[in-house]
Nanobody, 115 residues
Framework: QVQLVESGGGLVQAGGSLKLSCAASGSASGLDTMAWYRQAPGKQRELVAAISPGGGTKYGDSMWGRFTISRDNAKNTVYLQMNSLKPEDTAVYYC?????????WGQGTQVTVSS
C-alpha cells in the first residue's frame, strides 16, 4: 500500500511561482511513473506532467516551458516547479503514482493564482 501526500499549494499572484511536493510513504520502494494532474472547477482532470523512474518527462500542452517535474527516487518524492503562473492554472493539483500496475492518488492541494 502506498500513500501520497502533497504539499506546497497556496495563493500566488499571476507571474509568480510555486513548488509542489509529493512524498510517497508505505511500501513505496520501486515506484513506477509519477505524475501531477489538475482539476479546475467544472473541468475534467488533466495531465500536468509525468516522470518515469529514469527521468523521462511528459508535459501537458499548456505547461511546456513554465512547469518542471522532477523526482528523487531515494526519497520517493516528486516535485513540480511552476513558474509564470496564470489565473487559468488555478485548480486542485493531484499527485499520481503507479506502483506494481496499480494507481494511487494523493488528496490534492489547492493552487490559486490571482490576477
Amino acid at each position: 500500500q502506498v500513500q501520497l501526500v502533497e504539499s506546497g499549494g497556496g495563493l500566488v499572484q499571476a507571474g509568480g511561482s510555486l513548488k509542489l511536493s509529493c512524498a510517497a510513504s508505505g511500501s513505496a520502494s520501486g515506484l513506477d511513473t509519477m505524475a501531477w494532474y489538475r482539476q479546475a472547477p467544472g473541468k475534467q482532470r488533466e495531465l500536468v506532467a509525468a516522470i518515469s523512474p529514469g527521468g523521462g518527462t511528459k508535459y501537458g500542452d499548456s505547461m511546456w516551458g513554465r512547469f518542471t517535474i522532477s523526482r528523487d527516487n531515494a526519497k520517493n518524492t516528486v516535485y513540480l516547479q511552476m513558474n509564470s503562473l496564470k489565473p487559468e492554472d488555478t485548480a486542485v493539483y493531484y499527485c499520481h503514482a503507479i506502483f506494481y500496475a496499480r494507481d494511487y492518488w494523493g488528496q490534492g492541494t489547492q493552487v490559486t493564482v490571482s490576477s
